[in-house]
């Protein structure tokens, strides 16, 4: 009868340290788990773009009109359903095409103004920054043509814009809604955030490399993009 009392404590030690031990294994799996799961899926999550601040545009990988020699880099963030974004595309950029483009003195960059609430709603700006994304993806030589076309002659329909450009339709079906390109979206929408231009629809990066940017927010008078160009010009001795 005396060992009985230590045989039942005993027991009570190895069932506690067998519980604990469980215990730490579900809290480590758990863990473990929600990090890799966050970790796959951070462009999907509506929260994530809190995490991302940018100081410049990414600018790597992005179609541009230009020669790949000019120093001085114009990125512009504009959508296809504003009227100050289509004023920016009928009246500035031809003189900045003529003055700047075309002579091989600026690269310039378009990026799409999209925002998570965008994506998660599936509207308009969703599907045409969809759309450019496919045809980005497809034919890159044709991007600025499809740009140009959607925001200047208001060509939203995905069928027309593939029979004009000849874009393979398994391609495009491949590439739309597709993971790929959702998360392509999201990356853009988080880079949007973190650069704050949520509700600044038009934002212009006048910069060298894509870096040291004057920043001009809103479409300005055509006097303002060409003195943040000179300023730019003179770093680089031009």
Same mark, same amino acid.
């Given at each position: 009868?005396?060992?009985?009392?230590?045989?039942?404590?005993?027991? =009570?030690?190895? %069932?506690? &340290?067998?519980?604990? /031990?469980? *215990? @730490?294994?579900?809290?480590?799996?758990?863990?473990?788990?929600?990090?890799?799961?966050?970790?796959?899926?951070?462009?999907?999550?509506?929260?994530?773009?809190?995490?991302?601040?940018?100081?410049?545009?990414?600018?790597?990988?992005?179609?541009? =009109?230009?020669? %790949?020699? &000019?120093?001085?880099? /114009?990125? *512009? @963030?504009?959508?296809?359903?504003?009227?100050?974004?289509?004023?920016?595309?009928?009246?500035?950029?031809?003189?900045?095409?003529?003055?700047?483009?075309?002579?091989?003195?600026?690269?310039?960059?378009?990026?799409?103004?999209?925002?998570?609430?965008?994506?998660?709603?599936?509207?308009?700006?969703?599907e045409a920054s969809m759309i450019l994304g496919c045809v980005k993806k497809i034919k890159k030589e044709k991007y600025y043509d499809a740009y140009f076309d959607m925001l200047l002659k208001g060509a939203s329909d995905a069928r027309k814009i593939i029979y004009t450009y000849e874009i393979p339709i398994g391609s495009y079906n491949e590439c739309m809604y597709s993971d790929e390109m959702l998360k392509e979206l999201y990356k853009s929408a988080l880079e949007a955030e973190g650069l704050g231009i949520a509700g600044i629809n038009q934002r212009f990066y006048i910069g060298i490399a894509g870096k040291g940017n004057i920043i001009l927010d809103g479409v300005q008078q055509y006097g303002e993009f060409q003195q943040a160009i000179r300023q730019q010009e003179i770093k680089i001795g031009n």
């Open positions: 009868m005396k060992n009985k009392p230590k045989n039942t404590f005993r027991l =009570y030690l190895l %069932i506690s &340290a067998i519980m604990a /031990f469980l *215990a @730490f294994g579900i809290v480590f799996y758990s863990v473990e788990h929600s990090r890799q799961q966050f970790a796959g899926n951070i462009f999907e999550t509506s929260y994530a773009y809190r995490m991302h601040p940018f100081s410049h545009p990414d600018i790597e990988d992005l179609p541009y =009109y230009g020669d %790949i020699k &000019a120093g001085v880099t /114009f990125v *512009a @963030f504009t959508d296809t359903h504003s009227d100050a974004s289509r004023h920016f595309a009928e009246e500035i950029y031809p003189l900045l095409k003529k003055d700047y483009f075309d002579s091989g003195t600026i690269k310039f960059y378009h990026k799409p103004y999209i925002t998570v609430q965008d994506i998660e709603e599936r509207n308009s700006n969703f």
